[in-house]
């Protein structure tokens, strides 16, 4: 079955050629076809160009797009959109007054939520967490990565793991699991945390890799939850059992999490508020992706990721949400877009590269998502009738889409 788009206002993010992703000077170049077309077949992308150059073809539904832009779906490249219940409770402390770390130290935060997750049936987090998968997509994402670590024993975890697994199975778009066991350090184990690292090493990691119920490791590398030699320890096992390291790094402070991340050949380091000049040389000429997750900068009132010193600097930047009920509980990516233009000083061009082809990249995808080019999904979004591209970052709050094609079909 094919598909041909006409009359594209402006087709963005054309990569001829199959790329990894983009840094430094390069990631200000977002190449587009200006009056294109688009064929889909079977779910891929199968040509594309100008209207001049736009084939007659028999048997194919025509979609005639005048005045709209297409440009390929937002890759999130770090979630943690299925949890247990919310917490607007914390919300509400901290604007009176309380800290992330103090509703941590005092039991809540990350804890609060595995709580939830003890007790609530994987019939019913698969409910609860599909919802916000089926917004997530009408708003545009069309790859996303999710993690567990609100389950913090073997069961809760697995739960999770599976229920993840089963959504990757439901819905049309490619969703990547991560294993974030090392998330926090359950409240029965707080003062013995190396007992709970055994028990990550010795049964949790080789049951998930057992269970294929993961493709990468994530570890919350920061003071007070995992230390350098924890993160360390933990990544060389993760990764004899094949899994790839994703990890969380200097969100609060900055102790050295990038350098073991790049020690582990980590696909991404994300959060990076916090962030010293070694770090962003210990990144250069590495494959591992940095990761900057303005919503949690934004719903915390932390320091936004120096996006520009960076970039500046040759590395590459992926953009994602951080969904997930304690430090930034909305998965719009085009908010995130918006934000590494507002707020992280990024161009237009830089952030769609960033939530694009460098968001594909840091889950792994860049195979086939992240660009419209030959083979890859048919994962694309038709925007409402906009003057420019400029337009999605400008007008914040809002987003412009129409409709949202997940290979090749429309969603509903
Ligand atoms: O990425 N920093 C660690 N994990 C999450 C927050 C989790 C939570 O508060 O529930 C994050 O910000
Ligand atoms: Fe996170």
């Given at each position: 079955?094919q ?8 087709l963005?993010?054309v ?24 064929l ?19 048997d ?7 005045g709209?832009?297409?440009?390929p779906?937002?890759?999130?490249s ?9 917490r ?5 402390d901290?604007?009176?007054g ?52 609100y389950g ?67 570890v919350?590398?920061e ?5 350098v ?31 073991v991340?790049?020690?582990?050949n ?5 959060h ?36 520009r ?32 233009c ?11 590269n ?10 792994g ?7 419209i ?8 979004i038709?925007?409402?009738?906009i ?26």
């Amino acid at each position: 079955m094919q598909t041909l788009f006409i009359n594209i206002k402006e087709l963005v993010q054309v990569r001829e050629k199959p790329m990894s992703f983009v840094g430094g000077k390069d990631m200000a170049i977002l190449p587009t076809i200006k009056d294109a077309f688009l064929l889909v077949d079977n779910g891929l992308i199968s040509d594309y160009g100008k209207m001049g150059d736009c084939p007659e073809l028999k048997d194919v539904e025509v979609v005639d797009v005048s005045g709209k832009t297409v440009l390929p779906t937002w890759c999130d490249s770090h979630t943690h959109l299925v949890y247990a219940g919310t917490r607007e409770a914390e919300f509400v402390d901290r604007i009176n007054g309380l800290s992330y770390e103090e509703i941590a130290q005092r039991g809540g935060g990350i804890l609060n939520s595995a709580k939830a997750l003890q007790y609530i049936s994987e019939e019913e987090l698969y409910s609860q967490s599909k919802v916000r998968l089926e917004a997530i997509i009408r708003l545009g994402t069309g790859a996303v990565e999710i993690k567990s670590g609100y389950g913090l024993n073997l069961a809760s975890e697995l739960k999770m793991l599976r229920v993840i697994k089963r959504l990757n199975e439901d819905y049309a778009l490619p969703i990547k699991a991560t294993f974030l066991g090392a998330h926090a350090i359950p409240q029965e184990f707080k003062d013995n945390k190396n007992e709970y690292i055994n028990i990550l090493i010795d049964e949790m990691i080789p049951r998930v890799a057992d269970e294929n119920l993961a493709d990468f490791i994530d570890v919350f590398c920061e003071t007070g939850y995992f230390s350098v030699e924890d993160t360390d320890q933990i990544l060389d096992i993760g990764t004899k059992y094949g899994l790839i390291p994703k990890i969380h790094v200097n969100q609060f402070t900055a102790i050295g999490g990038v350098q073991v991340g790049v020690k582990h050949n980590a696909l991404s380091v994300d959060h990076l508020e916090e962030i010293r000049d070694q770090d962003i040389e210990a990144l250069k000429q590495t494959k591992t992706m940095p990761v900057a997750l303005p919503g949690c900068s934004y719903f915390l009132g932390i320091p936004y990721t120096p996006a520009r010193k960076m970039i500046d600097s040759g590395l590459s930047l992926a953009i994602a949400t951080d969904y997930n009920p304690g430090s930034a509980p909305s998965g719009n990516m085009n908010f995130i877009v918006s934000s590494a233009c507002i707020k992280l000083k990024m161009t237009p061009e830089e952030a769609i590269n960033a939530a694009t082809i460098n968001g594909a990249y840091a889950m792994g995808l860049e195979g086939q998502v992240g660009s419209i080019t030959k083979g890859k999904l048919a994962n694309f979004i038709v925007t409402k009738p906009i003057s420019s591209y400029n337009f999605l970052p400008y007008s914040f709050g809002n987003h412009c889409i129409e409709n949202v094609y997940l290979k090749g079909r429309v969603v509903e």
